[in-house]
DNA sequence: CTTGGAGGCTCACGTCGCGTGAGGGTCAAG
DNA sequence: CTTGACCCTCACGCGACGTGAGCCTCCAAG
């Protein structure tokens, strides 16, 4: 029962050079040699290298099967355990790889061959997604998701907001307010209302020139959607307030706002996670929501509590600003707490 | 517009040391260098990265990326094809493995930590299975599947068969070829009736003692009721037979019967490839099977008839034969063919 | 006795996409 | 002038072998 490596790889149907390697790194060494110093197997070192096919079969690695022949410390069970939720982690991301595959290859079929040039635009933009979210937040993220007709709306707002602009409307008028409106409606509808995916979009916009050519999204163009969206919530405000706090919020307000996204995303994170309303970082969180307001209102407490009455009563200041109920109240537990102490 | 490695790599989100693996394999080299030899990239260079941070997000390979970028020849079409094949084998792959594991898991997961050695002579059993057995294969063999009643009933039928061979009850007794008869009708249904199920099976049972050992099925005992199951049938076609006739069968019969299933698995082949049956590779099939059929029966025509005679009035005769009606029609013609010509 | 072919041996480089130092230069700020 | 951040090249390492090159050993046939 002595088998030099040529049989025994046949019967095992691995190759001479594959027993070389195990004989090199330690795994299996031939518990005989001959005069000649050909390798002879003897029945324990083919049972043992059983073991080591049937702990490959499994996916373990070469290092791993002799750790474990050697000193059979660890359980097996665990081992299993291991090898199971590793490979669901990468059938998962292949999967996920191949939708978005399957995807893109659906997109460009009906049509005759693309150019190269519109293939590698969508795909960068997909990498940039890649780059800014993360993969549960892609997911979620409803503008993620290829469709026409969602395309074709954004292409439509842009294509408004652009207009505007060259003919020198000014973001103050009702129709610019309007465009604004219906362009913050569709992108909280886009950011499945969520501010933490407002946000990150806010940041790739900002920090990806190649993001806002590929969208025709310039600077230009969502700074005067923002004002335009600053205007129609001022006019609001105007009705509560006096001319002079008036015209100290319009000179403020604007540039600030592009905080608030941020700071509602913090909150709605310290709401998931479970954070109480009174922990320290919650309540820095109100601090400085505070500050915000009183950036743009003034210190007058009389004001804050126009602006107060204000948002109870106009359903449209209610709308197009990224919050629940369970965040307004989490956000009023958390300040009443901080005023308190 | 002049980047350095660095605030590229920021941007990009890549490492310093990718940069400069794509340098060296000429995938990306910056247009410029500074006087000190640093890498400069124009935004030509930083356009590329993108592509190829695009590419690759496909799970392209770098070498493939450059061909693909360089001399933009085969369509993206094709290549987002080939991928897409390429992980759908992937997932395939890891998601029958992960099961594997999974039904391994469960195997052990009542009852408290198993042995090792139980773990690793299961698992063994499986990497045989898997050098003899192709995947589909397996999907189609119900001896592979871990199944507790049907294991039971193989130590059962083996027992027995231990038991009769200790107690040296001769395989033409009655209660020998009963026992035969059950082991064939198990095993066929075992081998969902595929005679080329059956016949890698016999290889890996004849080749590999382990999985005799293993199962307990020895040379001996499957000699024995090889044998039992050649007098069952032979018992019936001594009713058919002169006494010369039969006496000249019972020595040959035992001796030639183990080379019907290969050859039954070959005919099942062809039939499946839909090769005709006047077909050459059938026509020495079916010569084949005469030859095997006048080994143990002679020359006789009139001896000849009436073993036809017997396997058309006698099922039992017809039973675990791991043949189908197609199969007969399929045989019958190609017999037809040969003699007529 | 030689010869040829099959099989064995060791040595060593290649794969793929970088990570991770080692050892040393460059540049702007303090 | 120093300091620290950034840059350079060179080179090994990983994992599981594949693929030679150059040489040795064994057995059967001429």
Redesign the pocket.
Known sequence: MLL??????KRTG????????????GLLK?SM????????YRRQDVARLHHIQAL?SLG?????IGALLDRPSSSLTAVIERQIQMLERKIADQAQLRDRLVALHRQFENGDEPEMDDWLKTLEMMTMYDRYFTREELDRLPLYRVDDDRQAEWKTLIGEAQDLIRQGVPPSYRAAQELAQRWMTTLERDTAGDPTLLDKLNAMHANEPEVQAQMGISTQVSEYVMRAFAESKLAIYHRYLSEEEFSFMRQRYPQRMHEWPTLMAKLRQQLEQGTPPQAPAVQQLAREWLELLRSFAGDDPATHEKIRRANEQEPALQANVWMTERMKEYLGKAIAHLTAS
Chains 1, 2 share one sequence.
């Not at 030099?4 to 790889?9: D, F, Q, T, Y």
């Not at 691995?14 to 790194?25: K, S």
Request: glycine share 6%; net charge neutral; aromatic share 6%.
């Open positions: 030099r490596v040529g049989e025994l790889a691995l190759t001479v050079r594959t027993l070389h390697h195990y004989d090199e790194i031939p040699r001959s005069d000649a110093g050909y390798r002879l490959r373990m690695s070469l290092t791993d």
